[in-house]
C-alpha cells in the first residue's frame, strides 16, 4: 500500500484558477525536511517529507511534500510566484571552513568526511534545488520559479513571530547553530522583523544539551526530548561540575563553552575523553541500561538549561521592553524550560512555534519572503495563524473505506454524533485506540488527529501504551489532551496550549502523596506508584505536557473528550502519536492500518471507519518489520 501523497509528481501546468501571490518554502539536506504553501500570506499547507518517506528526520529533498502542498492549494508549479530556502549554504560553509582552519590539524577526518559533500552538492545548492524541482516536476530549470535564500535564524525567528497572535514581540531563537547563529535575539513589530544581537558557534546551548543526549546514550538531533524526559527521575548533582568546567554563563544569560571538552566542532562525536573523566565513564553504549547516574547527568543539564533561558529572558525583556516573547530553534521544543519561563519568567505571554525545529524554517522563510522581501502588511488577529497545525493531508470516506477493502479489513462506519460515545466507550474500559481524523499536524507532536489515546485513570496505561504499543523507553511519558475549557481545573496554567509545547504542575488536590518508603525505590521503579487520580500522565515530579484541544480548530477531538468527561466525569486523555519507535507519524490511512496490525491497540478510528483487533484478519507474518524503522 502506498504511504506517498494521493497526486504524481508531475503537476506542471497552466493553472486556470485567477492568480494569487504563492510562496513554497523549503527546509532540506541537513535534518527534518519539510515544505509549506503560503498564499497571500496565509499559511494553506505544511508537511514533513518524513511522512511520506517514512524515514525520519529525513533530511533529503521534500518532493512528496512539495506535491502535497501544490495539490491541497488546488495549483500548479508555474502558479508558484518563489521558492524560498530557510538558509544560506555560502554563510554555513564559510563557517565550516573556518572552523575546520581554526581547529587544524585535529579536524582531518571531518573535513575529509564532510568537504566532498560540500563541494560535490551544498555549495551549488541554488542549481541542486533548481534541478531537484526540475526533475520531480518534468520541466526544464528554465520553468522553475525564483529562489530566495533565507538566513537560518531569520527563518527562525519568522516562523515564531509572524503567525503569533502579538503585534509586538521579543523573539529568541535557540538551537544547534545554522550558519554562524546558535542564539539570536529579534524585535517584531506588525511586519517588521529586526535583529538585535547573536550567540555564535560553537558556543551553543542546542549543542550543549546534544552533548549530554549523546553521552546518556540517546540520538543526537531525536534523543533529546528522552533526556529530558529522564531529568525528573534524577538529582541535579553534576550543575556545578558543568558550570565550573564545560559552561561559563554570566549574569545577562550569555555564555560561552570551553572547547577542550567537546568534539563537535572538529570531530564526528560530541564530546571527548576530557569530556568522559569530568563525569567519570564513557559515554552510555545505546540501549544498554539506563543507570540513576544518566538520570542524575539528565537532571543538570535540564537545570542549567532551564537557567540559561530564564537569564537571557531576562536580560531581552529588559532591552526591549516588550510584554510578549516568541521562541523558535530546537531549545524552543523543551517545554520543561517553556514551562519555568512562562511562570518565573518576567514576560506576559510567551508564544511557541509548533514546528520549531528545522521543519518550520520552510514557513518561517515563506512568512520573511513575504513580509520582508515583498513588504506585505501583516494583519491584526486574536488568535495565532497555525490553525491548531492541522496543515497536512486529509482524506475522505471514499478513499479510508478504499484503503481498507484492499487491505481486506473489516469495519463499522459511525454516524458523527455515534462516534464519540462508542469511542469514549472504549477508552473507558481501558483500551488503546488509534485515532486518525481529520488534517495531519505540522510538528513533531501529534495533537489529535494522528494519535493513539487512552484512559488517563488507569494505572496500567502508561506501561502499556510504552511496552505494547510503542515498544519505547518504560520512563517515557504520556502527554494529556485537555479540553481547553477544563485546563485550570487539572493544571497549575491559565492559558492554551494547544501545541503540547508546555509543561505544568497538577494541582494539588489531584495528587497522591508517596511515603518515605516509595520515595527511596530506584528512579524508574516509582512509576509503578500512582502520584495522582490520572497516573498514566503525570510524571514522578508531578506535572504533565500540556494540550489543551480547542472545539474551533478540532471538533472532532473535542466532541470526544467530551463524550469521555460525560462518560466517566473526567476531562482529559492519554495522548501520544501514532507510531512505533523509529517510525515517523502515521500520514496515511494505509499508514496507520499498517501501524495498528503490527502492535497490540485494541481499536482503530479512521474518520467515522472503526475497527477492532479481534475483528481483523491474521496479519501475514512479518518478524522483521521493527528494521524499517532506524531506532531513535
Sequence with gaps: MATAPRAQCNPLGRNSVAHNMNILG???????????????????????????????????????AIVYCLEEAGITLDAVDFISFYDKPLLKFERLLETYLAYAPKGFRSFVTSMPIWLKEKLFLKDLLRREVADMMGTHKSGVPPLLFGEHHESHAASAFYPSPFEEAAVLCM?????WATTSVWM???????????????????????????????????????????????????????????????????????????????????????FDALFGAPPRQPESPITQREMDIAASIQVVTEEVVLRLARTVHRELSVDNLCL??????????????????????????????????ALGVAYSTWHRYLGRERPLADQDSMRGAYLGPEYSAAEIRACL?????????????????????????????GWFQGRMEFGPR???????????????????????????????????????????????????????????????????????????????????????????????????RVQTVHRETNPRYHALIEAFEQLTECALLVNTSFNVRGEPIVCTPEDAYRCFMRTEMDYLVLQNFVLAKSDQPAPEPDDNWRDDFELD
Aim: with cysteine; charged share 25%.
Design 188 to 274: 517584531g513589530r506588525g511586519s517588521a522583523l529586526t535583529p538585535i544581537w547573536q550567540i555564535d558557534f560553537p558556543h551553543s546551548l542546542g549543542l550543549l544539551y546534544s552533548a549530554f543526549t549523546y553521552y546518556t546514550g540517546f540520538k543526537v538531533n531525536s534523543g533529546e526530548y528522552k533526556l529530558m524526559g529522564l531529568a525528573p527521575y534524577g538529582e541535579p548533582k553534576y550543575v556545578e561540575r558543568i558550570l565550573e568546567h564545560l559552561l561559563c554563563l554570566k549574569d545577562d544569560g550569555t555564555f560561552r563553552l570551553d572547547m577542550r571538552y567537546f568534539n563537535y566542532a572538529e570531530g564526528l562525536t560530541m564530546t571527548n575523553r576530557r
Design 175 to 179: 538551537d544547534g547553530v545554522g550558519e
Design 405 to 433: 477493502d484492499e487491505a481486506g479489513a473489516h469495519y463499522q462506519e459511525l454516524a458523527e454524533d455515534e462516534l464519540p460515545k462508542r469511542v469514549a466507550g472504549m477508552l473507558a474500559d481501558e483500551q488503546v485506540v
Design 446 to 544: 501529534a495533537l489529535g488527529g494522528r494519535s493513539i489515546l487512552g484512559d488517563p485513570r488507569s494505572k496500567k496505561m502508561q506501561s502499556v501504551m510504552n511496552k505494547k504499543i510503542k515498544y519505547r523507553e518504560s520512563f517515557r511519558p504520556f502527554a494529556p489532551s485537555v479540553l481547553a475549557e477544563r485546563v485550570a481545573d487539572y493544571f497549575q496554567l491559565d492559558r492554551p496550549s494547544p501545541y503540547m509545547l508546555l509543561v505544568a504542575q497538577l494541582h494539588a488536590s489531584r495528587r497522591v502523596a508517596m511515603t518515605e518508603e516509595e520515595m527511596q525505590l530506584f528512579g524508574i521503579e516509582k512509576l509503578q506508584i500512582p502520584r495522582s487520580d490520572i497516573p498514566a500522565i503525570t510524571h514522578v515530579d508531578y506535572s504533565a
Design 328 to 361: 523558535a530553534g530546537g531549545v524552543a521544543l523543551n517545554c520543561v524550560a517553556n514551562g519555568r519561563l512562562l511562570r518565573e519568567g518576567p514576560f506576559k505571554d510567551i508564544w511557541i512555534q509548533p514546528a520549531s525545529g528545522d521543519a518550520g524554517g
Design 26 to 64: 523549503i527546509s532540506a539536506y541537513y535534518h527534518d525536511s519539510a515544505a509549506v504553501l503560503l498564499r497571500d500570506g496565509v499559511i494553506v499547507a505544511a508537511a514533513q517529507e518524513e511522512r511520506f518517506s517514512r524515514k525520519k528526520h529525513d533530511p533529503s529533498f521534500p518532493g512528496c
